[in-house]
């Protein structure tokens, strides 16, 4: 029989790597938490870590039972929140991912609005922008932008019609002019970006004629995508990135748009999670709470663009 103590013990190891890490966590002696870990691989019948006097990693068995042993911590902290749902205050933690840009400059406050209307919500955000593995990651959710890769995951629409921006600084546009095409954009300095390990650097636009993608280059190029575009407000190049992320720029005159919006790639803009388990009373808030305000952005700000 496999007891939930024992599997709560093995999820912590995993993450921290030792026993007596995980023992610290638990506030359990070391060799309990080795019992435990021993106990629930002879319930499972199988080896969860690879052991040896230096190090210790989890075995191929290991690594496929992770993820269900996390659903089974998420069903039980879910089964203790249904009973206690008669109480009106949002409670328990959010673990989410989000890319640097929209992580910094729109997520953060907003997440800052949310937890003050709930503070008995604990945040851990981590930006990056690279992708995470929402399965084998200790995370609840992650926002992203584009089209979903993994059809496992469960994406909740944050901004389904976002799209990209093609935008320069008002500075370099005066000393470079903007291109009249977009085939135009071979011959001006590109700022580019780093996500998960490639380079954004093949632009493709919905034109009137049909999808058109233009190779770019440039002398900067940023794993952030928020440098990247302060590199652009700087007037050291044209950006093409999210057209939700610049809107507070585009709106303060910082940036101008190249580009028609609708001639620019579609980038919707989704809630990821893993499973179904983890949309938690406090993560469908949140859902709700974020779609809101990506809508109220998205609709406060008109630009009025020519197309070229």
């Known amino acids: 029989m496999i007891r939930f103590d024992d599997v709560q013990i093995f999820v912590h190891t995993a993450e921290l790597g030792s026993f007596s890490e995980a023992a610290r966590r638990l506030n359990i002696a070391p060799a309990h938490a080795s019992a435990c870990v021993q106990r629930l691989e002879k319930a499972l019948g199988?080896?969860?870590?690879?052991?040896?006097?230096r190090s210790m990693q989890l075995s191929d068995a290991g690594e496929r039972y992770l993820p269900h042993a996390r659903l089974m911590l998420s069903a039980h902290a879910q089964g203790q929140q249904a009973l206690s749902a008669g109480r009106a205050a949002l409670?328990?933690?959010l673990r989410i991912s989000a890319s640097s840009d929209f992580g910094r400059n729109l997520l953060l406050p907003w997440l800052?609005?949310?937890?003050?209307q709930h503070p008995d919500v604990s945040l851990h955000v981590r930006i990056s922008d690279r992708s995470v593995d929402l399965v084998r990651e200790p995370l609840d959710a992650a926002v992203r932008y584009g089209a979903l890769q993994d059809s496992s995951l469960l994406a909740l629409p944050l901004a389904g019609h976002n799209r990209r921006a093609l935008c320069a600084a008002p500075s370099y546009v005066e000393r470079h002019g903007a291109p009249a095409r977009v085939e135009d954009l071979r011959r001006h300095n590109c700022l580019r970006y780093v996500w998960s390990e490639q380079i954004h650097e093949r632009?493709?636009?919905?034109?009137?004629?049909?999808?058109?993608?233009?190779?770019?280059?440039?002398?900067?190029?940023?794993?952030?995508?928020?440098?990247v575009r302060r590199w652009a407000i700087a007037g050291e190049g044209l950006i093409?990135?999210?057209?939700?992320?610049?809107?507070?720029?585009?709106?303060?005159?910082?940036?101008?748009?190249?580009?028609?919006?609708d001639h620019c790639e579609p980038a919707p803009l989704h809630l990821l999670c893993a499973h179904r388990a983890q949309l938690t009373p406090a993560m469908t808030?949140?859902?709700?709470?974020?779609?809101?305000?990506c809508t109220a952005l998205l609709d406060g700000y008109r630009g009025d663009t020519d197309s070229p």
Do not use: C, M
Request: glycine residues 8%.
């Open 46 to 53: 199988a080896r969860l870590f690879t052991r040896s006097t």
């Open 285 to 293: 808030q949140l859902h709700g709470f974020l779609r809101q305000r």
């Open 203 to 227: 632009w493709r636009f919905t034109l009137p004629g049909g999808d058109r993608t233009v190779a770019v280059t440039g002398n900067r190029v940023s794993d952030d995508a928020d440098l």
């Open 240 to 261: 093409y990135k999210s057209r939700l992320d610049l809107i507070p720029d585009l709106a303060a005159g910082r940036l101008v748009e190249i580009l028609s919006p």
């Open 91 to 93: 409670s328990g933690p």
């Open 112 to 116: 800052d609005d949310f937890q003050h």
